[in-house]
C-alpha cells in the first residue's frame, strides 16, 4: 500500500524558516515526480514546488527564491525548505506522487497519491 506522510508544519513568525518532510512507504520514491502543493482556506489547492525523478525542480513564482525541494531517495523522503516565510505561505501543505510519470508537473490533477497535509501557519 502506497502511502505518504507530512510532518514538520507548525507555527512560525514571518521571515522564519521551516522544513517540511514527505516519507513515503510502500513504493520505491525514486522514479517518480514529486509535489508539494498548498490549499488555504477558502482558496483552491495549488502547486508549490515539484521534482522530477532524475532531480529536476521548479517552483511557483511566489516561492522561487524562498522554497527549496529536494530528495533523499535511500530515505524515500521529499523536503520542502521554507525560508524567509510570508503569512501569505499559511496553508496546509501536501506532498502527492505522480505515478504515472517521472517529469515535472504542477499540476493537482497529474498526482494521483496524496499524504494527510501538515499546518503551516506564519503569524507574528
Known amino acids: 500500500q502506497l502511502t505518504l506522510v507530512e510532518s514538520g508544519g507548525g507555527s512560525v513568525q514571518p521571515g522564519g524558516s521551516l522544513r517540511l518532510s514527505c516519507v513515503a512507504s510502500?513504493?520505491?520514491?525514486?522514479?517518480?515526480?514529486i509535489g508539494w502543493f498548498r490549499q488555504a482556506p477558502g482558496k483552491e489547492r495549488e502547486g508549490v514546488s515539484c521534482?522530477?525523478?532524475?532531480?529536476?525542480?521548479y517552483y511557483t513564482d511566489s516561492v522561487k527564491g524562498r522554497f527549496t525541494i529536494s530528495r533523499d531517495n535511500a530515505k524515500s523522503t521529499v523536503y520542502l525548505q521554507m525560508n524567509s516565510v510570508k503569512p501569505e505561505d499559511t496553508a496546509i501543505y501536501y506532498c502527492?506522487?505522480?505515478?504515472?510519470?517521472?517529469?515535472?508537473?504542477?499540476?493537482?490533477?497529474?498526482?494521483?497519491?496524496w499524504g494527510q497535509g501538515t499546518q503551516v501557519t506564519v503569524s507574528s
Open positions: 510502500g513504493f520505491s520514491l525514486e522514479y517518480y515526480a
Open positions: 521534482i522530477s525523478f532524475d532531480g529536476a525542480t
Open positions: 502527492a506522487v505522480r505515478s504515472n510519470s517521472p517529469y515535472l508537473s504542477m499540476g493537482v490533477r497529474d498526482y494521483d497519491y
